[in-house]
Every structure is written in structure tokens, then in C-alpha cells.
């Protein structure tokens, strides 16, 4: 019964049961300890008084609690030979007589480690004390016992797990979306209103970067306690992870002042000091308010739109509340319907690429072009990249939008090159997503394989912040790739926090200077320092310097006095098809170079 999984209950009376045919005279008990430990309750007793069974459910346990509660307090077997003379028995002593009941004797079931889980109990109708084979059997059966009631309280303890959130105890989302959807059955039969309160603390972070990791866990824990000392029975407050909550408000009237009431509850209760570790912090947070069935006619969108809620919240200047709106609703379907289009996009050739020269400063030479990508989308065209590709970075499509991109521009370069013009490099950003993709090193080389694109013509361009994240990680892809004769640009730099003895051991052929310092730099004095110092740092660990958005003539004079390698910008070429790079290098083969317009 045990191994097929049947009721805690069915395999306790059974047990009694056996163990009853095995002997004469005596009546089995089981009773189970309580989850505080303090009280014993009713477990099996089948062929026992349902009258005593009720007297002695929640016994509570301790010295001269009868035999059982004493055995539960003990840990160790009580023996009552006779229970009208026992002082244990004494409170106890007229119930059991009642009942025809003149011995006990009971020992505690114990857990592996050696925790009472309750009793196992034979009672005699005949004054007494128990036979050897009766000891034994009472064994037997406490063994028995204790391994079904563990395994009942590893089911509990995973099923608990599974709907809450272990930190703070509260019901986690799975809990939520099945409280929510009951409640809004029981809101179509009698039609009060269920609301989501979508909770998000505002600053958390500096709680945690200020004090750690578990300062920051109290605090959740404290404001957990908070959140269901505010609401109903009827109510749940539920911690959706990190530092997001929401309050699950049930059978309300059809208006907003409950709401707002249950609201305010809330961030007042949240805003009070609390002291951790010392010091005194006031939490404030924002809250998006969304109700069944206006904003929500199931659990899923309720909570989305509550989320969408939240964040506007937060624009506002957080500490702040903000009930759903449709116009709300509307700008999280357009992000949605954008992040589908990418992946639509990239199956129907929607993006294509555009390419900046870069250009030596000494002769004017094209020696490489950037690739861009930019998506023509069929209904609401040319989208920016700034729009596009942080979302394809957050939700991870920047890995199949970034494999693209390296094959058509591998397959572009090497068309130049079969067209008779001379070799330059095909320089690509790659993302954080792609390089720490495991099979990174092996997209690049099946594109270059693929296209038939020497390798010493492709240049990867890797961010300064995704260099700092795992150096040792970074260099042995880095080298896995240079052994074939990649070659790689740090870019951005100086936007960053860079290791200064990791940069010397980066296998990297150019630092790219970052177009902000550029900007300004005519007016600016440290723009000018931090520029020169970059192109100084960058030749004495032999790398190039090229400097991107040179758009005036006066940042060319600059650069070209501080002995700047290459340069990119409008001033020379602004992105541009592969047909007019195709012209411009044309017109580089039969004169000198590529001027500044």
C-alpha cells in the first residue's frame, strides 16, 4: 500500500488491522503529532470507541499526558499494566474505564533521524503488562508506521514546494493561476469583481547591492508578512519572484474604492521602517491594478495586464499606482507583435544589411566595412535598430538574427573578392547571447566554410562589457577562432570598466574608441584626454585604433595629430548597399583612395 501510493489514513487502519489478527484482547491506536509538535491527533483506531477516538484526538503531550502523550514527550515506550492506579493516567483514567479499557502501552514512531511522528498503541481489556511477542509486533508495526507517515510528509513538503515560494512561504504563480481561475468562475455565478494587484518594490536593488544577498531576503520576508497581515481570508497574496508580488483580491463590489482601500492598505503597510542589520530603510513600491472580467477574462492576461499596469507605474515616478488601461494594453501587443515579426523576418528575408567603410587614415584606403542590419518591415517599414535589437537580445532571437548576419556577410565579402576587387575585411558585431552560445565557434566556422571566405577577412567585434564578463572564457573561444585567423576588435571601448592586465592578454587586433567621446570632442578637454589616452594604451600593446561617428573635419584633425590608425563615420561614408561599396572600391582600385566628403 505503501509502494502503490494509497492513502496515509488506509495504510495506517490496515496496519492496525494486521497487527489486531496477530493478537487477542487488544485494540490498536495510531496517533499522528501535530505540525507543531505540541498535540497529538486521531491516525487509525478501527476497532476502538469512535467516542474515545474523538475524546483523545488533540491530546496534547507531555509528562502525565497518558501513556501516549507521554510516550510522544519521552521518545521513549510507556508501559501501563494498570491504568485505573497509574498516575499517568490521571486526568485520563475515568475515560478509559468507560470504555472497558484497563492497560496501555505505547511507543513513539520515530523518523530515520530519530523525530516522534506520534504513537503506535495497543490497549488491553485485561490488566497486564505485554507479552514478548506483543513487544516485538508493536516493533514491527512503529517501523512500518513511520515509514508511511515520512513519505506522507515528503509528498506534503513537495507538494508544498511545488505551489510555494520556499523564501517566503507564499503561494508562488502555478498557486496563483489556479486561485485566480477558481475565483473567477465564482465571480461569473454571483458577480462580484476579482483583482490583480500587480506589486513591484521600488529600489530594491540597492538593498541588496548595499547589504547582500541576505539582507535582501529578510526584507522580501518582512514585506511578505506585511502583504497577508493587509488582506482577507478569502484573499492570497503571492510572490511571483525576485521582487515582484501580487495580492489576489476576491468578491468585491463592482466599484474602485475597495480596491483602492485593499491598495493603500498595502503600500502603507510596505512603507513602514524596518530595521536590517542595523540600519532603517523605507521601502516604497508601484502597483498595476487590473480587474476581472474589464481588463482580463482569464488568469494569464489579468496578471499580464496587471504587469503592464505596473510598469507604467514605475515611468511615473514610481512609489505610485495605476489602474489598466486598453492603451496600455495595446503598446504590450505592439512589443509582442515586434518580436514575432523578428523571427518572421528572418525565415522571410524582411532584414538586410548595409555597410560603413573603414578607412586607414594615413592613405584613405578602404581596408574594411562594418556590417549593419536593417529590417524593412513589410508593415511598418524600416525599423530602427535601436528598437529591434535590444529586443532580439532580451528574448534570445539575436542568436538566429546574428547567425544570419555573419553568413550574408561573409557571403558579400567573398562576392567583392570574386568580382576582382582586393581583399578587405567583413567586420561583425556579435552579441553576448551569440558568443556565450556553446556552439558559437562552430556557426563561425561552417560560415566561413559555407561561403568560402578566407578567414583572415572576417573580424569579429566583441563589447567591452561582454570581454569583462568571464575573461578566461572569453579568451579561449577568442583563440579557438584566431588559430584559423578570425580576428577581433574590441568595441565600445571606454564606455566600460575595463581590466587593464586583462586587455594585454586578450588576443585583440584593434581597440574601436566609442563615437560619445567623439561627439564632443572639439569642446570638450576630457573627451580629448580620454581619446588620446585610448590611442597611447591601444599602440603600446600593438593593437590598431580606429575611432567610429567621425563626422567633422575638426575630430579628423584631431585624431590624425594623436596618430589615430583608422577612422569610420558620415564624414567619409554613411552605411550603404553592397552595390555602392562595390563602386567605392572600384573607384579605390583605379586611384588613391577614399577622401572625406
Partial sequence: ???VNSPLHAVLDRLVRLMERQLVGVYGSILLLDDGGTHLKHGAAPTLSQEYCRAIDGLPIGPGAGSCGTAAWLGESVIVADIASNPLWKNYRDLASR??????????????GGIVLGTFALYSAGVRHPEPAEINLTQIATRIAAIAIERKHAEDKIRHMAYHDMLTGLPNRILLTDRLTQAMLQTKRHNPWVSVLFVDLDNFKFVNDSLGHTAGDELLKTVARRMENCIRPTDAAVRMGGDEFVILLTDLPENTDAIAAAMHKIRAAILEPMIIRGREFHITCSIGIATYPQDGTDAETLIANADIAMYKAKEAGRDGFRFFTPELNIKAHERLALHDGIRRGIAQSEFHLL??????LEFGR???????????HPQLGLINPNEFIPLAEET???VPLGEWVLYEACKQNKRWQDAGFEPITMCVNVSARQFHDQNWTSRVMHALGETELDAKCLELELTESLVMRDVNEVI????????????????DFGTGYSNLSALK??????????RSFLRNLVEDDDDKTITAAVISLA????????AEGVETHEQLTFLRENHCDEVQGHLFSEAVSSTEIGKLLQNQQSKSGLAPA
Avoid at 355 to 360: A, I, L, M, T
Avoid at 476 to 491: H, N, P, Q, W, Y
Fill in 366 to 376: 578602404i581596408f574594411a566595412v562594418e556590417a549593419l542590419v536593417r529590417w524593412n
Fill in 99 to 112: 470504555h472497558g479499557l484497563k492497560s496501555c502501552w505505547s511507543a513513539p514512531v520515530l523518523s530515520h
Fill in 396 to 398: 534570445g532571437l539575436i
Fill in 505 to 514: 592578454s586578450l588576443p585583440v587586433s584593434r581597440l574601436k574608441i566609442d
Fill in 1 to 3: 500500500m505503501i509502494v
Fill in 539 to 546: 599602440q603600446k600593446l600593438n593593437m590598431k585604433v580606429i
Fill in 355 to 360: 555597410y560603413q567603410p573603414q578607412v586607414e
Fill in 476 to 491: 579561449a573561444t577568442m583563440e579557438e577562432l584566431r588559430k584559423v585567423g578570425v580576428s577581433f576588435a574590441i568595441d
